[in-house]
């Protein structure tokens, strides 16, 4: 009986609900469609998170900006509250990012399982057109005669190399 290395108890045995290896997320990431309720439920929560940052910027920005000290010019405040500023621009929009990948990573978890359900359906067609191909009979070609080749009209690349012997009539 084989045995996962990260799962002490034998492939197929039962494990108890106890056990150290029975994540809660197993569940989740089986089901595309559970998985994408709780990428939703991350991505609802970190929006939230994302509104009170935004809040926090701002006023973190109000207040910096108001902040002068003796001797400096009217520029010095802002030049001061920069990188500050900049720090939670980094982090709005790296949450931004961060959201957008969940909403990623739910779309293609549901094409995985689109292309896993697909896959099988695709083989089967590819064995029966390679099946059909095999037990079909070929059909030869019949060479041009040379009859043929001086009745038609000699178009495309088969015409004349320079245009000096280009004839009166194909001009």
Do not use: F
Request: proline content about 8%; hydrophobic content about 30%; glycine content about 4%.
């Amino acid at each position: 009986m084989a045995t996962d290395p990260h799962n002490p108890a034998p492939r197929g045995a039962a494990q108890s609900p106890t056990a150290p290896d029975n994540h809660p997320l197993r569940d989740v990431a089986q089901s595309p469609e559970a998985t994408a309720r709780y990428l939703a439920d991350v991505q609802r929560v970190l929006l939230d998170i994302g509104k009170n940052l935004e809040t926090l910027a701002h006023e973190t920005r109000v207040h910096l900006r108001d902040t002068h000290v003796e001797g400096d010019r009217w520029y010095h405040a802002r030049l001061r509250a920069m990188p500050v500023e900049k720090a939670l621009g980094n982090v709005l929009k790296n949450l931004h990012n961060l959201t957008a990948g969940l909403e990623k990573s739910a779309y293609k978890r549901r094409a995985h399982d689109e292309v896993v359900v697909n896959t099988a359906k695709d083989r089967k067609e590819k064995e029966r057109e390679k099946q059909q191909k095999k037990n079909s009979p070929m059909i030869q070609s019949v060479p041009n005669s040379p009859q043929m080749d001086a009745q038609s009209p000699k178009t495309g690349y088969s015409g004349p190399t320079s245009i000096y012997t280009i004839d009166r009539e194909s001009a």
